[in-house]
């Protein structure tokens, strides 16, 4: 949460007050487990004898996969649920101190006035990850100033951008691009 790890009890209340009301901010500061499919019967009128789900389980990095398995048979309290990894991975980072992250800020300074760049944790699924565990640096850079209401529509319904951000975000590709290969 804070770069040094620590967060007064009062600044931390308010992260996570605002987390309560943000289910993107949420998501990012706490594991979440979301059911992905269900299978069960294929007759209207029969119970069925077995039932399957998946759950898709984001965790936090600092978060062993062992422990959270265990804490969420504890939850479920079914000795006759069984459980079984479909999927296992372990988050990743990339260094900001390289050349691409140094032309991005500069291509970004330069075409964006009054804007930033700046690492993230995203609850989202990435393959940059296995290039990260290879060691090499891998970034999820999104050239665009995205509004709370266009980042809220990402992989949903009605998933659009700006004619004005898809301009600005061609431009900064562009830029960064054309400086790495020519510098």
């Not at 790890?5 to 289910?23: F, H, I, T, Y």
């Not at 898809?166 to 960064?176: D, H, P, S, T």
């Amino acid at each position: 949460m804070a770069a040094a790890g620590v967060l007064k009890s009062a600044d931390e209340a308010s992260v996570m007050r605002l987390a309560g009301r943000n289910p993107a901010l949420r998501a990012r500061l706490s594991n979440t487990v979301t059911v992905t499919t269900i299978n069960t019967g294929i007759k209207v009128n029969v119970i069925p004898a077995e039932a399957s789900a998946t759950l898709d389980c984001r965790l936090l990095p600092d978060v062993d996969c062992d422990t959270f398995l265990e804490e969420l048979k504890g939850v479920v309290a079914d000795e006759r649920v069984e459980y079984e990894i479909l999927n296992q991975f372990v988050g990743a980072e990339s260094s900001m101190d390289t050349r691409f992250v140094s032309v991005v800020h500069e291509v970004v300074k330069e075409l964006a006035e009054g804007a930033h760049i700046a690492p993230e944790m995203t609850s989202g699924f990435t393959d940059s990850r296995i290039y990260r565990l290879r060691g090499v640096p891998a970034y999820g850079f999104v050239p665009c100033l995205v509004p709370p209401e266009e980042l809220a529509g990402v992989h949903g319904h009605n998933e659009r951008i700006s004619v004005e951000n898809m301009r600005l975000g061609l431009q900064v590709l562009y830029e960064v691009v054309r400086r790495l290969v020519t510098d």
